[in-house]
């Protein structure tokens, strides 16, 4: 990796009128730290944690896990680290536990279910993000929520393991922060209720089109029908900004959305806290951010509202880039 400084990237993601939003990283190699700060990233607001457990037969041990999410967190700190609990299954297995036999492995056990099925597995995750919490700034996240129960019982393995570190005598941070993704369409409905469980929520627009539209997002048969800006995924990431505010919690996005110059003025106009994105795409995103004004993404937020069709809304986004720039 060739260290570039990328001119103005490290001012602070301001519009023009001063609502400040936060622009973090998402990352899954330790190796990436350089790209995010060299281009201005203001934490990491995902790190996947799947790749230490892909290509090899056995399974990563808590101490070696603990490494790297403590050398993470130190590096990056005082920003952010947010550690995503493993997102195995759909289209990424572990050899240790051989392929499932799902016919629709996107629909299967995956993600935080995976998780809940093999409790020490999660357990031993856990306690490694626990204690690379006293290294920095760290917040843990789970993906694919689709209910109150997988929180709650989420939230009590990491009781359990806190409760184990607090017996042996190991420091963990009492205050990290617990979010989960929003990426599916149930987790859309109840956020109400789930935003009472968390400190934060991380819209994974990803995966919030592939199952609102019944798109598979690998599937290039179907791929013209991924629409990010159809008004069923609008009014949803609408929907999860408005129910964390009411609650009081963060809300960040850290789908592919969030580096699209045509979204990112509506999720301005939604006043997302944060947005969460490739590192080489963080310099452009800024730049565009500085030139944004809060009223006219507002308004163009409303008329984007307003908009019955897909392609209705993506002329008024054109139409608006053209307009600014
Ligand atoms: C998402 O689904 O939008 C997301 C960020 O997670 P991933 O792409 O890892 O599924
Ligand atoms: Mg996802």
């Given at each position: ?34 790209a995010v700060i060299d281009n201005g990233g203001e934490g990491i607001g995902l790190f996947r944690t799947e790749y230490a457990y892909l290509n090899r037969t056995d399974l990563p041990t808590e101490e070696e896990l603990f490494e790297k999410y403590s050398d993470l967190a130190a590096i990056m700190s005082p920003r952010k680290v947010t550690l995503r609990t493993l997102d ?238």
């Open positions: 990796y060739q260290r570039t400084i990328i001119r103005g990237c490290q001012l602070p993601a301001e519009t023009e009128d001063g609502y400040r939003v936060q622009v973090h990283a998402n990352i899954e190699l330790f190796e990436e730290v350089s195995l299954g759909a289209d990424k297995f572990m050899s240790h536990f051989g392929s499932l036999d799902e016919a629709n492995p996107a629909l299967g056990l995956r993600a935080v279910r995976f998780c809940l099925k093999h409790p020490d597995l999660f357990r031993l995750q856990l306690r490694a993000i626990l204690r690379a919490s006293v290294h920095g700034n760290v917040s843990l996240m789970f993906p694919m929520i689709c209910g109150l129960r997988e929180v709650l019982q989420a939230k009590s393995a990491v009781v359990r393991a806190q409760k184990e570190l607090r017996e042996e005598g190991i420091p963990f941070d009492e205050n990290m922060p617990i979010g989960v993704m929003i990426e599916l369409p149930a987790a859309v409905m109840i956020a109400e209720i789930l935003a009472q469980e968390v400190d934060f929520f991380s819209i994974g627009t990803n995966d919030l089109i592939q199952y609102s539209l019944g798109i598979d997002r690998t599937n290039p048969h179907v791929s013209y029908l991924y629409q990010p800006l159809h008004p069923a995924v609008v009014r949803s990431i609408k929907y999860v900004v408005d129910a964390g505010h009411r609650a009081g919690i963060g809300v960040s996005l850290c789908g592919e959305v969030a580096s699209d110059p045509y979204c990112v003025p509506i999720l301005m106009g939604m006043q997302i806290d944060s947005l969460s994105l490739t590192p080489q795409a963080i310099p452009g995103i800024k730049r565009i951010l500085r030139q944004l004004n809060m009223q006219e993404c507002k308004q163009l937020l409303k008329e984007v509202l307003n908009c019955r069709t897909v392609s209705s809304i993506n002329r008024l986004v054109t139409e608006n880039i053209y307009k600014k720039y």
